[in-house]
């Protein structure tokens, strides 16, 4: 029998942990339960769900007619809500969401704890994603982050999980990579960063082969549906249009010097206070083009990187600046319109009056009504939102601690929280709703940046595998 005087001696880096009454989970366990209280208390506060007008509706729609999307992202989530559409109900959806967002919890935990990271440890890294009240709000909406982010994390869990069987692990993190990018197309460049990173550790054919083949299947099909839709060979149809919105805070034609057709759509009519303003403007030139936006997609690609490749640090400034939002501690307002966030409110809103989006909503859930709160749990929720906030000083915190780590197994977690981070304002503009995915993964870099440093100055560091980075 051990001496319980005498400390035992330490466990080897990179061992499991040895077995204890609920296999040493029981403190995640509380934290799980009283984060399911949480979703619980979200959908008695506010019924039925929060629906936006118009990517709720236009997703809804979707559901019920699948057909590919001409706009900004593709149909992946709309291929949720017709899995779900048997159920004829909103909040079954978010009820569905809410579970995806304790899930995704749950990844994040399970990975650290399979890296040796104590109970704690990895707790700890997984309550951002279970409390922030602004996940909360994320997972109650009829809007495709819940979705998008379980996939990205769920990638990132399986590439990280063990060293072999690697093809396997592979194959499956870039079938979830390639439905990541069916529900946001900015996980396309992440699914290429993904494959870069493992080219450069050396992974081996086969891992890589497993992962670009299974990851690009889901794209591929996708894209050529809507080939035959639209006679294009694409995701979605509105990148053009985006990018173009995002040259608009710097073009200067006089700089740029556009061929005709592309003079159109220089800056013109009133000036917005931020890029993605410039796409719904009704004296914008994207709307004001011959046919409008659908019809100057191309053109306005074209433009946009004209304009990039004339003023290359003006764009840089722009993006540099608006990233730099996220950083804020109170919730910066981009576009000034909106309140970002804090978004448990008391009272209703009322659908739209607009006969479209009156009958996507009756066609998936005729009972569904006008958003409203309740009491006493939405008193609740507005008072809990306000701490239970993860403030941009800690976000930027957390994002330093884990490039402490990029040169160990933090580097592919980072990578991505980065890239989630950079790319969204890079191709359109800032928005709350695109940092939140930065989170998860962000947490496991930085759990494995401090475990990295601690244990390496007591331990041997673990062999190099080939999917976790040494």
């Known amino acids: 029998m051990t001496n319980l005087l005498i400390p035992a001696p330490p466990r080897p880096y990179g061992t499991s942990a040895p077995r204890r009454p609920l296999g040493g989970h029981g403190a995640f366990a509380v934290l799980l339960a009283l984060a399911a209280g949480l979703r619980i208390t979200t959908m008695l506060g506010y019924r039925p769900a929060r629906i936006y007008y118009g990517d709720s509706f236009a997703y809804l729609s979707l559901a019920a007619h699948p057909r590919p999307s001409w706009g900004f992202q593709p149909s992946g989530y709309p291929f949720l809500l017709a899995l779900l559409r048997p159920f004829h109900s909103v909040t079954f959806v978010v009820a569905t969401q809410h579970a995806l967002g304790l899930a995704t919890g749950m990844l994040v935990y399970a990975v650290l704890r399979r890296h040796s990271l104590p109970a704690w440890g990895a707790a700890a890294a997984a309550v951002p994603q279970l409390f922030d009240a602004s996940f909360l709000q994320l997972e109650h909406a009829v809007l495709s982050d819940a979705l998008f982010i379980f996939l990205v994390v769920a990638a990132i869990t ?16 870039g079938a979830l990579l390639g439905l990541a990018a069916l529900t946001r197309t900015i996980a396309l460049p992440l699914f290429l960063l993904v494959l870069a990173h493992l080219v450069v550790r050396r992974t081996g054919r086969r891992p890589v082969l497993a992962t670009a083949v299974v990851g690009a299947l889901p794209i591929v099909l996708y894209a050529s549906w809507y080939a035959s839709v639209y006679g294009r060979f694409t995701l979605a149809g509105g990148d053009g249009v985006a990018l173009w919105a995002r040259t608009m805070t710097f073009a200067n034609c006089r700089v740029i010097l556009p061929p005709e057709r592309e003079a159109r759509l220089c800056p013109a009519g009133t000036r917005q206070d931020a890029a993605g303003e410039y796409v719904w403007a009704a004296d914008s030139p994207i709307n004001r083009f011959p046919g409008g936006p659908a019809a100057a997609n191309d053109v306005a690609r074209s433009f946009a990187l004209r304009a990039i490749a004339a003023q290359p640090l003006d764009y840089a400034a722009d993006v540099a600046g608006d990233v730099s939002l996220a950083f804020h501690w109170t919730p910066a307002r981009h576009p000034k319109r909106v309140t970002p966030a804090f978004g448990f409110a008391k009272g209703r809103v009322p659908l739209p009056d607009v006969p479209e989006a009156r009958r996507a909503l009756a066609s998936y859930d005729p009972g569904a009504g006008d958003y409203r709160s309740v009491e006493p749990y939405a008193g609740f929720l507005r008072v809990y939102q306000y701490p239970a906030y993860l403030r941009g000083p800690v976000l930027a915190a957390i994002l330093a601690v884990g490039a402490l780590g990029v040169r160990r197994r933090a580097r592919l977690p980072w990578i991505a929280a980065a890239a ?24 496991i870099a930085a759990a494995l940046a401090v475990a990295d440093l601690w244990m390496g100055r007591r331990h041997p560091l673990p ?8």
């Not at 989630?420 to 191709?427: F, G, Q, S, T």
Request: with cysteine; glycine share 6%; charged share 10%.
């Open 420 to 443: 989630l981070l950079v790319l969204p304002v890079a191709v359109l503009d800032f928005d709350h709703r695109y940092v939140l995915p930065v989170v998860p993964v962000a947490c």
């Open 158 to 173: 399986v590439l990280m999980w063990s060293p072999g069987p690697a093809t396997r692990a592979g194959a499956v993190a």
């Open 463 to 470: 062999p190099r595998s080939p999917l976790i980075g040494d």
